[in-house]
């Protein structure tokens, strides 16, 4: 029996929520700390507190997001015919102001040498919204949405792409000074996105020198890009002060978990062991807590969440949203791998979440948004579909 769309719209959906309830509980036993009581009047600065709400307001954006028809993102489709009443036009233009804001001194918020977040205050709760996560998203939506605009026009050089690589250049550019590892995610992707849109393959060919010698220069230039190169070429030169030695640290924690793990809550790595076990590094502690049934179950979830996204993918018949979804998809799938590869040591260290899963706020919202956006691609061609199919009968 063949799912519809519908249902499997809504398996995804399950699939994320059941990645932030992981989340949730890891970030819970990751925090917790044996010799300090909670303190009730000052419930939100724990957190796994924090990560509790986040994850239940991540779940209604989720759910609100996924009521929006997906086409109101589009150029000329949906309720939404000129280009400057468009939301898309305003999510890039908004996230190249945040982008731009958070890197003056006072108004941007510097955390491990990196000023990378605005402070944000949503009720009790304070979070630290990180504007690339935005820009990520916002391209996401707005290369599909320009593509499908130009049609055949694509194709062209001067027509389609230089102005489409100059603004992805141009958000990439202001990303890249503080942020080197998500400006190359989200140069990555968004240029995947334009090439399966219909860009003509060698044009990606003519910026590669520049892009080359951009990427070396921001790596030399950089004592702490330097660092993070050589801790990973010589693993044994690592200290409490190098990056190598987190790595050295989750590799412990992975190995020390064996097939069951040591149980919830028995692991020892989060006791000042491994520094950002909450985020970048939160897969070691489920590791090192439920051993390999439980990284099996994770990788599960992860692989589950793209087989379903390219059946949406397929079954999608309309350009836009097929992009789009092909976008989310990609997105998610790329940055689970990497968060992956950093954590068990086949890539340097970088500052990538693992989506869902590691604490904080912009990044839950915004990819439980995403999320919505692919539920309701699932649940738009369904219903076209059950249209199509009755018209057709009839």
Partial sequence: MELS???????????????????????FSASAQIDVEYDLSKVFSYPEIRQIFFALVSVFILFGVSLINYKVFAFGEGRVKKWFLNPTVYLVLISIGLLAAVLIPGIGTEINYARRWLRLPIGPVTINFQPSELAKWSL???????????GEKIKSFSKAFIPVCLLIGFIVGLIVIEDFGTAVFVAFVSLVIFFVAGAKWWHFLTPVPILVIAFAFAIISSPERMER???????????????????KQSLIAISTGGIVGKGLGGGISKYGHLPEDTTDF????????????????????????????????????????????????????FQAVINLGVVTKLLPTKGIALPLVSAGGSHLFLTAAAIGVLVNIAHTCDVRGKGAGRSKSE
Wanted: hydrophobic residues 65%; glycine residues 8%.
């Fill in 140 to 150: 996401i939506i707005f290369v599909p949405a320009v593509s499908v605009l130009l």
């Fill in 282 to 333: 939160i897969f070691a502690i489920i590791a090192e807590e439920l051993g390999f049934v439980g990284v099996c179950f994770i990788i599960l979830l992860f692989v589950s969440f793209v087989i379903l996204g390219i059946i949406i993918i397929c079954r999608c018949d309309e350009a836009f949203g097929k992009l789009v979804a092909f976008g989310i998809v990609l997105a998610i799938a």
């Fill in 5 to 27: 769309n519908k249902t499997i719209g809504n398996m995804i959906a399950s699939l994320a929520i059941t990645l932030m309830a992981v989340g949730v509980v890891f970030v």
């Fill in 229 to 247: 190169l050589d801790s990973f070429f010589h693993p044994d030169s690592a200290t409490e002060q190098t990056s190598g030695y987190q790595v």
